[in-house]
């Protein structure tokens, strides 16, 4: 089955540098790849989203990029700020199986 | 609030014991996924019920069991329970049965004491 491995799995910044999250999967059936954001104790929220026939999405301060290619996604979050501070999740789907398998989580903090 | 909603938000029982888990889908979705969060486990899919029919089987122990009703909420039912199956139990939902995006509840916290 699917395998999303993710790096690395705790991130420290200054507010206003820049995070980068990578992901890596295994199947290459994979076709559609969330990020999701978890602060503590509740839900995870998406954030962003990308699909194999994109190689780059922008949200104003948030970025996917995905290199089909090597399999592997990456999320930039630009100008951080203390909000930011979360844990987050990549996750791959194939469009005929329907669960969502997700990498292990990045714990971000952002530090003032 | 992403529009799914669980009940209970919390639950403290002892081993052995049995408990139900419940879920409304957003308004208009007709899939409805289960996941178990842990900390040693990070999130698990367990299983998804698309408009009533069971879709797809994760890592679900025999011990629990899930259905979906014609009103489209869903159950997860987890019996014998042991201290390892504390955790965070979240249901999500999506339109249809395919690679889209799934929206989160805020979970249910399961104790076992």
């Known amino acids: 089955g699917e395998n999303v491995e993710q790096h690395p799995s705790t991130l420290s910044v200054q507010e206003g540098d820049s995070a980068v999250i990578k992901c890596t999967y295994s199947?290459?059936?994979?076709?559609?790849f969330p990020w999701y954001k978890q602060e503590l104790g509740k839900r995870p929220q998406l954030i962003i989203d990308i699909r194999s026939n994109v190689g780059e999405k922008k949200d104003q301060r948030i970025a996917v990029t995905l290199n089909k290619t090597a399999k592997h996604f990456s999320l930039h979050i630009t100008e951080t700020q203390p909000e930011d501070s979360a844990v987050y999740f990549c996750?791959?789907?194939?469009?005929?199986?329907?669960?969502?398998?997700f990498g292990t989580g990045t714990q971000l903090k952002v530090e003032l | 609030d992403s529009g799914v909603t669980q009940t209970p938000k919390h639950l403290i029982t002892a081993t052995g014991q049995r408990v139900t888990l419940r879920c409304s889908p957003r308004s208009g979705d007709l899939s409805v996924y289960w996941y178990q969060q842990s900390l040693d486990q990070g999130l698990q899919f367990l299983i998804q019920?698309?408009?009533?029919?069971?879709?797809a089987k994760g890592n679900i122990l025999e011990r629990f069991s899930a259905q979906q009703f014609p009103d489209l909420h869903s159950e997860l039912n987890l019996s014998s329970l042991e201290l390892g199956d504390s955790a965070l139990y979240f249901c999500a939902s999506s339109v249809g049965g395919g690679a889209e995006t799934q929206y989160f509840g805020p979970g249910t916290r399961l104790l076992v004491l």
């Open positions: 199947d290459s059936a994979s076709n559609y």
């Open positions: 996750a791959a789907q194939k469009g005929g199986g329907n669960k969502l398998t």
């Open positions: 019920y698309y408009n009533g029919e069971e879709r």
